[in-house]
Each structure stands twice: as structure tokens, then as C-alpha cells.
């Protein structure tokens, strides 16, 4: 090549043509000769007008200018020159042997594009037969051999094939491989991250030692990497660090899926004089926990991606939600939240959602019956790799269900108490093969009922934790790539004190990793690529060079090319090995007085000849543009045409951008399971149509009751009758003051709207369908009450439950049991010792969680089951006439009314009258003073009257 100044020419004898430039111009500015003039007389006519168009004289200046242009770019291009500001004239025709020496890690990847430039560029300023050789430092295991011969045209093509790497570089690895190739260069140019990092003055030094070396640095100037992250359950923090420490700067960090998605995007700002500096994000659970990786925003490169693995993700648990309960701090639901809370994004909702928003895990509290949809929703995710977590009680004792890891007994074990022979028991060490290994177990935590697994061959490889007398505390089992776990136990410290302990949410921890296929203890595991970064940051399949890795090593293993940068599947699910973690980055500050350094300017090369060439052929299609125009082939623009351009252009200028107006963002999830930035600015949000029936209004504005419609038309008609006798009961002595009694369809009704809703059961009834079961199940969750009445009281001996077990198959309903002799629904406003209806003598069934000896929430049974036939006796027309008659006459009458009394003041009051129980010894106590008769104090105590009859006073207000 030849030099002149910072100019190149591959072709110089071409600029040869530039001699013919004055030819050229003097032959584009010659004219034709001049028209010869005959005057005819015809034309005198014409004297006095002036010609619009003249011929000129000679070619105008513009025109002759635009086709010299033409010209002279042309004959530049064909002269093939190349800009080259780092050119030296004494060097330009050298030809011993040059060595490129590249970095080519990851902290090179932001400036590449320069290094290769920079490195062609040198070889641009040396003759075409020079011998060149490539050195790169970044190890690999086929990596070129130094010592190998390049033409200039093959070095060329190889330096433009060259790709960061994902890893970082070696030095010391460089120069031994160079001191093994018996290289003599004469001269080496380095294409240098610019990095102290693993010994850059020393490698310069030694190159400096063995040829004249020129080094073009080019440390990022924006940030380098990503080099550290902390979490919280919702928000994440990322750490970034810069080479340069002058001025301030901003960068911005995006959070992406694993499929490239962007989720959110915070700002990170350098202070004067810092390195690091922090993009924190808070975004909602649900989306943080999709989040797969973090990248520095316009910057590429390994270092500039951070891979967030499943270790330091924190958890996303559902918990479904069984309906309001009484009292929330008491409820099973609240010791697991509370367990959850340090470590776990924590959502509450039905099954359809929950399993919708794919959480790592969720968690049932002592369901009997699933609905059939859900079970199936359940069983589908599970499949996929879900982990669900289920704890024991009343109704899962009485009623299961497929979703359970090992079959079960119809009952519950008792340890401790009056009536049980056994004491309670302690907890087992946990075994070694148990996902709990590792774990202390307290000494006084306690077990005091559980539900007991049925003995078979396989229970003791499903089980996870035992009780010290070796029954199953904990099993689980394997459904697909997900599990199933069960704690035989009630969440809360009904059955157990587990929930008080510490062991507790670490039990529940390891339960929701070790469901997801996820281990603690990995320290014996190994570590499989799954997907690899290249050097700018991109996923992809690991390669055949990577190879798995120790779990044990996982924590100081560098990347390397048997262990790039990625995720790697293992014992506890995914973890990420990161290019610069904890990286230190620090610019070369001294170079070796021999070295010459290239700027930014000297470094870059650039070939002219395909722009000049270019910019030939758009003068020559002016030029002839032009012509044609003058010519008169092209129409020329108007003045309506003109002024319509102008207004297109100026609405364009004065359009408001669509980024202009500040707007405020927020998460949504969106139908496919994504969530996306949507606006949450002013919004038009139509109204409900109101085309609600009028029933359902006038039950949401008054209360009242509603009875079941079944196919029997006058059993019908006896459930209103029955609910308005008991309405009108209510509204003339007490203050609850009920409207009409409504019919409803458990399919379509609105149960929530009903305080109470009275099932009159007719002979031969179908089972329900699985939508009111379901719809009775969330009602009964809710709080509501519903009263099952077989008006089979004519049938000697006591209630025949059983025969309900086919009609109401799926109603998750605890074990049942009578009402006891002192509970609080025989004293809620009457003093009752019986429930009678049209039928005497007969049992009144309700929940045993209701119980006032073992309270669950608020001691509210919210079912409630009798074959006494209470409508039959509590029927009245319009009038308040009696419709059917009652075996005991008008006094049973009577107290079947003041039961109807009691029943309806138990479900709206709740257990406040519970103290009354202990009345009787309270009075005993009092008793006990010095207080006289007749004086203020105490009466002596007495019996208590309601043993023998109900007492109440004329007003019907309780004694």
C-alpha cells in the first residue's frame, strides 16, 4: 500500500485520472456554435415580446460542478483508499512478521466491533506478502496456534470471524502458548480490554520485551457488568460496576424472562468517583418470580447478563382460600402464613387461580372434598412440576380424596387426654433419605391427634417424618415431575404444637423445594449444563466442550470453557453461574515507555472506496435527473402542491410525540399467564348492566331465607310456608324481622345473599349435581348455614345419616355428631332441653368442630342435619293459621317454634351466650360468700330448671 498522510491506496496508479479533471471541465463547460440569424418579415410581429426560456451562453456552474464531483469521486474509489489515522510512513512497507495479540474474554465484548477494526486497521498499513500471526487470550481448547502463517487477506477474514467469549481471559496461558510457538515478531500489536485483570502491565511488558508493541486499549466506558444481586420476597436489587471513575453516569437495567420477555426496567446511577451502583426493583410477587435474568440495557456481552437461579429466587405459595374465617389469627391458614412469610411470596385465592398463576407451590388446610374441576386442575399441575402441600383435620379425617400420597383411614387417633390410652408423642430424628435430614427437632414439640395411614408395603419409602412411636407424620409421593406432601396433622396447634416451633418453616421450606425436585443437602450432587451464554450474552445450548460440575466446587469454580457461564440443572433445581461475579475490574494505569498507544481516532480504519463509489453513482442519477427535469419529461411541482407539502411537514413538526405526556405504569396479568406494563391513568370503567333479577335485589337489601326447590311442588310450598311461620315467630318477639322466604336454584341462586338456607329433602331425590355441590361448599365456607331436614321422624330409632351420603356426595363437611346437652344453641334465647318439629324425641345433628368443648374459629356449626320435620310444624297461611298438624299438640308446637328461635339467633349471634354453660358454677361460687337473702348478692344456688323444662318469661326473652 501507499501511504499519504493517514490515507492508504491499494490502487494508486488510478489517481492518475485525476490529470484529465481540466480536460473534463473544459469539455463540460464548451457551448455550440451560435444559431445563425435570418430575419423574415413575418416576424416583425413578434418584436415587442420578450422570451420566457433563453438558451445560455454557456453550461451553468452547478451543473458542470455535480458531474466533476461525479468524476473525481469515481476515480478516488477505483483507487481502493483506506483512512487510516494509526498508519506510520517508516512502517507501512514492512515485512517481517507481525503478531495480533487479541483479547477476546468477556469484558471485551462491549468494544468488539473496535477491536476488530483496530486489528484489521494493522493490517492495512503493512505490505500484502507480510507474514502475520494471531494470538488470542482468552484459553480455549481449540485455540489458534501462534506460530501458524496468516496472509494478510486470511488474517483479515479470521479476525472478522473471531467472537468473544463468554469466559474471561488468561494471560499467563497466553504467553505460554506463545513461548511454545518459538515466535520471533517483528513487530505486535495488542487489541487490549484495557483490564488490569489477570496480569495486563506484566503481559504488556513481556510483549514490549520481545518486539516493538503497539497497543490499542478499549475499556468500556459505560458499565461493565453485573457483579452481584440481593433479594427480598418482593423486590430485587442488582449491583453494577464501571472501569471508569470521572463524572457521573446513568444506566438502566432490564429484568427478563427466560424467553427474552421484558417485565421492568430501573435506573442505576454512578456518583462522581464511585464504581458501583445499585437498578433496585419492585415489582408484584407473581412477576418478580418469573423473572430469569437481568441485562444492562443497549450494552452486550456475558458480563452484562446476570442469570437469576431458583436458589436465590424466593418462593411463590398459594394458599387457597377456604372462605372468611371468624376469627383469622385462629385459623390453620394463619400459622402457615406466618411461616411463609420470611421466605415466600405468599398468594391467597381459589384453586382455578392459583393454579393459573403456576406458584412453586400450593397449600390446602384440612379439605375433605375437592371439586371434581379442581382436583383435575390440581392433578394436571401437579404433573408439571408442582408441589402440593396438604395438612390434615376434622373433614379430611371423615372424607378424602385421589389427591392424598398414601390411602387413609375414615378416622383420627387421639394421644393424650380423658379418653385416650395413649400419651402424646414426640417427634423422630428424620432419617437420612428424608428431605428433613439435617433439621433439629425440639424436644417439646408434641402431637395430640393425627390421621393415621393405612399400613402397607409401600408407606415407609412415602415417608418423610414419623412420630416417636414410628407412625407416619409427613408422607409424600411423586406425581409426574411434581409431588404431593401431607402433614397427618392440622396446621394449627389444634392437634399439634408443631406451629409454634421453629421447625415448623423449615419443614415447610424444604417441603417446597424438595416437591419441586429440588434438594437442600447437594453437596454430593453434580451440576448439568442446560443453557450456556455465548460472549455477548445470549442464551443458548451448551456446547459439546461443557461438561457438568461438582456440586461441591459450584461456589469458587470460574468460568471456564468446560464450565461456561449458564444454568446448570442439579440437586436443588437451577442454579446460575454468572461471568462476573464479584468481578473486579480495574484499568491498566502504567504501560511500558516502549509501547505506543492508539487512541480511539488512530485505532479505527476505514476502506473509502465502496462510499466514494456510492456517492459517484447518486451525482450521475442528479445530473440526469436535472436534465430530464429541464428537458421538460417531469412534471414540475405547483404551487398546490408546494403548499401541501409545506402543511404535511409543518403537522408532522407540531404532532405531539406519543412518548411526550408522562404516564404511570403498572403489572397486569394478562389471559396467557404473563403480566405486562399496561397505563393506569384515567380510565372509563362502564357500569354493570342492572339486569339482575329483582329477587336478588331485594335479598341483597333485606334479610331473609330461602328454601331449596326441589321437583316436588308441594313439598315446595311447605318449605315457604315453614320459613314465613318462622319469619313472622321472629318478628313478633324478637328484633330480627325477616321479609318473605325466597325459592332457590342451587345452581344459579345467589347462597351468599341467604343467612340461612333450608333443604327439605323429598323421598327418591336425585344426587346433586357437581355445581351445587360446589357452590354449597363455597357458601358453607363463607359462613353460611344450611339445614338438612329428611322429615323421616316417623321411622323409629335415631337420624339414618348415611342415607344423605349419596345425595350430598362432595360436600366437604366435618365428622358430625349430636348436639350435646349444654351447647350453646339450647340457650341461645329459650332455655332448651330438645328440638322437636312435627316429629318429638328426635337427634339434631351438626358439626363436631362446633363443639363447645373443642372450638374451631368461633364455634359456629355452619350445617346442620334432623329429620323432625320443623317446616310441617312451624307452617302458617296468610293469616297465621296452623297448616298441618303436630303429634305433640300445641306445646310441642310451641317449642318447635322457640327451636326455630334458637337456631336462627346461633347463626346470626354466633357463641356469645357460651358463657351460660358455666353459669351453674359460677352461681355455686357466689354462693359461697357472705351475701344475705333478700339483700344485693347472689340467690343460694339452685337446680337448674332447664334440665327439667324450659323456663322463659312472658316476653319470650329467656330466663
Known amino acids: 500500500m501507499t501511504a499519504l498522510g493517514p490515507f492508504l491506496f491499494g490502487a494508486p496508479w488510478a489517481l492518475a485520472a485525476l490529470i484529465a479533471l481540466p480536460v473534463i471541465w473544459w469539455i463540460l463547460r464548451a457551448t455550440p456554435p451560435a444559431p445563425k440569424d435570418i430575419e423574415l418579415p413575418s416576424l416583425r410581429i413578434l418584436d415587442d415580446m420578450e422570451p420566457k426560456e433563453e438558451t445560455p451562453a454557456r453550461t451553468p456552474w452547478w451543473v458542470w460542478l455535480i458531474r466533476t464531483l461525479a468524476v473525481t469521486a469515481a476515480i478516488l474509489g477505483l483507487s481502493q483508499p483506506v483512512y487510516a489515522p494509526g498508519a506510520r510512513t517508516d512502517s507501512v512497507e514492512g515485512s517481517g512478521p507481525l503478531l495480533i495479540v487479541m483479547d477476546n474474554g468477556w469484558p471485551s465484548a462491549p468494544r468488539w466491533s473496535e477491536l476488530v477494526n483496530a486489528a484489521t486497521a494493522t493490517l492495512d498499513t503493512g505490505s500484502r506478502d507480510m507474514p502475520v500471526h494471531l494470538l488470542l487470550t482468552a484459553p480455549q481448547q481449540l485455540n489458534n496456534d501462534p506460530s501458524e502463517r496468516l496472509t494478510t487477506t486470511d488474517a483479515a477474514k479470521r479476525i472478522s470471524s473471531l467472537r468473544p467469549q463468554p469466559w474471561g481471559t488468561s494471560r499467563e496461558d497466553a504467553l505460554a502458548r506463545l513461548d511454545a510457538a518459538g515466535l520471533k515478531p517483528a513487530r505486535i500489536f495488542w487489541a487490549s480490554d484495557g483490564l488490569e485483570n489477570a496480569g ?49 453516569e446513568r444506566a438502566f437495567v432490564s429484568a427478563l424472562t427466560l424467553d427474552g420477555s421484558a417485565l421492568a426496567t430501573a435506573e442505576a446511577t454512578f456518583s462522581d468517583g464511585e464504581t458501583d451502583a445499585t437498578a433496585s426493583f419492585t415489582i408484584p410477587a407473581a412477576a418478580l418470580a418469573r423473572i430469569a435474568r437481568f441485562t444492562v440495557t ?44 420470611p421466605f415466600a411470596s405468599i398468594t391467597e385465592g381459589s384453586v382455578e ?50 389427591l392424598l400420597p398414601v390411602p387413609l383411614r375414615r378416622a383420627s387417633r387421639a394421644l393424650g387426654g380423658a379418653l385416650a390410652w395413649d400419651e402424646p ?38 415417608t418423610w417424618a414419623r412420630l416417636a412411636d414410628g407412625s407416619p407424620l409427613v408422607t409424600a409421593d411423586a406425581r409426574g415431575n411434581g409431588t404431593i406432601i401431607l402433614f397427618h396433622i392440622t396446621a394449627g396447634p389444634d392437634w399439634a404444637n408443631l406451629a409454634y416451633s421453629d421447625l415448623f418453616p423449615q419443614m415447610l421450606r424444604r417441603c417446597i423445594a424438595a416437591g419441586r425436585g429440588e434438594s437442600v443437602n447437594d453437596e454430593e450432587g453434580a451440576y448439568t449444563p442446560k443453557l450456556v451464554l455465548d460472549g455477548y450474552g ?23 470453557e468446560a464450565h461456561p457461564p449458564g444454568l446448570y440443572q442439579g440437586p436443588a433445581g437451577t442454579r446460575a453461574l454468572n461471568a462476573a461475579r464479584n468481578a473486579k475490574l480495574e484499568r491498566i494505569a502504567a504501560w511500558p515507555p516502549a509501547a505506543r498507544l492508539l487512541g480511539d481516532a488512530e485505532a479505527r480504519a476505514m476502506r473509502l472506496a465502496g462510499p466514494l463509489l456510492s456517492l459517484a453513482a447518486v451525482l450521475l442519477a442528479l445530473d440526469l435527473f436535472v436534465a430530464l427535469l429541464v428537458a421538460g419529461h417531469l412534471p414540475r411541482p405547483g404551487r398546490r402542491s408546494g403548499m401541501a407539502a409545506v402543511l404535511l411537514l409543518a403537522g408532522m413538526l407540531v404532532a405531539p410525540s406519543p412518548h411526550a405526556s408522562a404516564q404511570e405504569y403498572q403489572y397486569r396479568l394478562m389471559p396467557d399467564g404473563s403480566y405486562r406494563r399496561v397505563p393506569t391513568g384515567p380510565q372509563i370503567i362502564p357500569l354493570p348492566r342492572g339486569d339482575a333479577p329483582q329477587s336478588d335485589v331485594d335479598a341483597a337489601l333485606r334479610m331473609r331465607f330461602g328454601y331449596v326447590k326441589t321437583p316436588d311442588f308441594a313439598l315446595n310450598e311447605r318449605a315457604r310456608a315453614g320459613l314465613f311461620g318462622l319469619s313472622t315467630t321472629l318478628y ?127 364455634g359456629v356449626s355452619g350445617l ?73 348478692g347472689p340467690s343460694p344456688p339452685r337446680n337448674n330448671p332447664a334440665r327439667d323444662e324450659p323456663q322463659f318469661l312472658p316476653n319470650g326473652v329467656p330466663q
Do not use: C
Request: charge should be negative; aromatic fraction near 6%; charged fraction near 25%.
Open 425 to 462: 408423642q414426640a417427634l423422630a430424628p428424620f432419617s437420612e433419605s428424608s428431605p428433613f435430614d439435617g433439621l433439629t427437632v425440639p424436644p417439646d414439640v408434641r402431637i395430640t391427634q393425627q390421621v393415621l395411614a393405612r399400613p402397607g408395603p409401600e408407606l415407609s419409602s412415602h
Open 353 to 402: 387461580t392459583l393454579v393459573a398463576e403456576s406458584p412453586d407451590a400450593i397449600i390446602l388446610a384440612d379439605v375433605g372434598q375437592i371439586l371434581p374441576e379442581d382436583e383435575k386442575r390440581l392433578a394436571d399441575w401437579v404433573e408439571n412440576g408442582g408441589a402440593l402441600i396438604r395438612f390434615a383435620g376434622p373433614r379430611l379425617a371423615a372424607q378424602g380424596d385421589d
Open 298 to 341: 443497549g450494552r452486550q456481552g456475558a458480563g452484562t447478563v446476570w442469570l437469576w437461579d431458583s436458589s436465590d429466587r424466593s418462593r411463590r405459595v398459594g394458599l387457597v382460600d377456604a372462605g372468611a374465617a371468624a376469627q383469622p389469627l385462629l385459623s390453620d391458614m394463619h400459622y402457615v402464613r406466618k411461616a411463609l412469610e
Open 538 to 560: 445470549r442464551l443458548q445450548s451448551p456446547g459439546p466442550a461443557a461438561a457438568p460440575l461438582k456440586a461441591a466446587d459450584f461456589a469458587g469454580i470460574a468460568p471456564s
Open 732 to 858: 313478633n318477639r324478637t328484633s330480627v324481622e325477616p321479609e318473605m322466604p325466597d325459592e332457590l336454584d342451587l345452581e344459579t341462586s345467589p347462597l351468599e345473599l341467604y343467612p340461612l338456607i333450608y333443604f327439605a329433602v323429598p323421598q327418591g331425590a336425585a344426587p346433586l349435581s357437581e355445581r351445587a355441590i360446589a357452590r354449597l361448599n363455597a357458601y358453607l365456607r363463607s359462613g353460611g348455614a344450611l339445614v338438612i331436614d329428611t322429615r323421616d321422624g316417623d321411622t323409629p330409632g335415631s337420624t339414618e345419616i348415611t342415607r344423605l351420603e349419596t345425595l350430598l356426595e362432595g360436600l366437604d363437611a366435618p365428622p358430625l355428631q349430636p348436639v350435646p346437652s349444654n351447647h350453646v344453641l339450647t340457650r341461645s334465647f329459650y332455655l332448651l332441653a330438645d328440638f322437636p318439629g312435627r316429629y318429638a324425641g328426635r337427634q339434631l345433628w351438626i358439626e363436631q368442630a362446633g363443639s363447645a368443648s373443642a372450638p374451631r374459629g368461633d
Open 864 to 936: 346442620f342435619i334432623g329429620d323432625a320435620d320443623w317446616i310441617s310444624a312451624w307452617a302458617v297461611d296468610e293469616r297465621g293459621r296452623d297448616l298441618y298438624s303436630v303429634d305433640g299438640g300445641e306445646d310441642q308446637r310451641e317449642m318447635a317454634r322457640r327451636f326455630g328461635v334458637n337456631l336462627v339467633m346461633y347463626i346470626l349471634t354466633g357463641s356469645y351466650k357460651d358463657d351460660q354453660v358455666h353459669l351453674p358454677a359460677l352461681l355455686e361460687r357466689l354462693g359461697d360468700g357472705d351475701a344475705s337473702p333478700g339483700g344485693f
Open 200 to 248: 495486563g502491565r506484566a503481559f504488556a511488558a513481556d510483549l514490549s520485551a520481545r518486539a516493538p508493541l503497539t497497543v490499542f486499549a478499549a475499556p468500556p466506558h459505560t458499565p461493565a457488568a453485573i457483579t452481584g444481586l440481593t433479594s427480598e420476597t418482593d423486590s430485587v436489587a442488582v449491583t453494577l460496576r464501571r472501569v471508569e471513575t470521572s463524572g457521573e
